[in-house]
């Protein structure tokens, strides 16, 4: 098996973070009280992917021009790339 490739990415390829899935499904939620951690009931127990039409706050379109703001005030975006 290989390594995912790691590089950095500019401004111009932000727009990759359109392949991201970032749907799962969540069986434990934990939060910290009192410096302690505890497990607590799941708020959203299936994540859905991001929203690819609308431009809503979990669109692609928000989260891409939400990156490429970021970037262009001198963050560092990496992408790691697996085949």
Do not use: K
């Not at 500019?10 to 939620?29: A, K, Q, T």
């Amino acid at each position: 098996m290989s390594s995912p490739r790691i590089r950095p990415l500019g401004v111009d390829d932000v727009d990759l973070i359109r392949l991201i899935d970032r749907s799962e499904h969540v069986d434990v939620e934990y939060c910290v009280t009192d410096g302690i951690l505890t497990q607590r009931p799941v708020t959203v127990a299936d994540v859905p992917r991001w929203d690819t039409e609308g431009n809503g706050p979990f669109s692609v379109a928000h989260q891409i021009e939400f990156c490429a703001t970021v970037v262009r005030s001198g963050a560092q975006l990496l992408g790691a790339f697996d085949g």
